[in-house]
């Protein structure tokens, strides 16, 4: 079951995604998707399977709901990312720490990015959204659904935001941020009685999503 918060979710909150094109339904079907499919992990898999799971449908569904919307998916350099239909916004997945969501808060990545992102993020260089019709389609605007998943007694919490990064050198983990849309996190729980395995597993439960 999940709880959602999105009576806690203000109009700055929804204007400021639009800018971008989203919508919170779009971040939480996408969120949703990858805490479902923590799941599946076998409990004998390696220990990223659920990690990896997460991130295979965050990135999946994220893109299949924009796409439906008339976005492009963009898989250069397999950064699996997604294209607005008329500004050059991408948007990717990224896994945060537990300051996701904390306006203010030191905002970190889980890991260093590779070339690939790191080429990405030049063009954040300039982030007045109000020049993107000037910019030319290279010239993109990248943008992260930032997560991070972890455990509050009995229920899953997801911390969550929408956030664009500066430019930040190969192999370093993006810690400065040009703008951030930090977002009231997404509650899932009762957590179901433990499986009994060995390993970490604290936010590998079954989900449903309510409607």
């Known amino acids: 079951m999940r709880m959602s918060n999105a009576t806690e979710l203000t109009a700055d909150h929804h204007a400021a995604l639009a800018e971008l094109g989203l919508r919170v339904d779009h971040l939480d079907e996408a969120i949703w998707?990858?805490?479902?499919?923590?799941?599946?992990?076998?409990?004998?898999?390696?220990?990223?399977?659920?990690?990896?799971?997460?991130?295979?449908?965050?990135?999946g569904k994220l893109r299949e709901v924009l796409v439906a919307e008339g976005w492009t998916?963009?898989?250069?350099?397999?950064?699996?990312l997604v294209q607005h239909p008329t500004k050059p916004v991408v948007l990717g997945t990224l896994q945060g720490n537990r300051h996701t969501g904390t306006p203010g808060a030191p905002l970190r990545s889980d890991y260093a990015k590779g070339?690939?992102?790191?080429?990405?993020m030049r063009g954040n260089d300039s982030d007045q959204f109000t020049l993107f019709d000037s910019l030319?389609?290279?010239?993109?605007?990248?943008?992260?659904?930032?997560?991070y998943p972890h455990q509050e007694d009995d229920r899953l919490v997801v911390l969550r935001e929408v956030a664009q990064p500066e430019p930040t050198p190969q192999g370093q983990v993006v810690d400065r941020w040009a703008r951030r849309i930090t977002l009231p996190p997404?509650?899932?729980?009762?957590?179901?009685?433990?499986?009994?395995?060995?390993?970490p597993d604290d936010v590998e439960v079954p989900v449903t999503l309510r409607r």
């Open 73 to 80: 998916r963009v898989d250069k350099w397999n950064a699996g």
């Open 186 to 199: 997404l509650v899932f729980g009762p957590l179901p009685v433990q499986r009994d395995v060995d390993g």
């Open 33 to 59: 998707a990858g805490v479902d499919a923590r799941a599946s992990a076998p409990p004998l898999g390696p220990t990223n399977g659920a990690g990896l799971l997460d991130w295979i449908h965050r990135v």
């Open 136 to 147: 030319h389609a290279h010239e993109w605007k990248l943008w992260f659904l930032v997560t």
């Open 115 to 120: 070339p690939a992102i790191a080429a990405m």
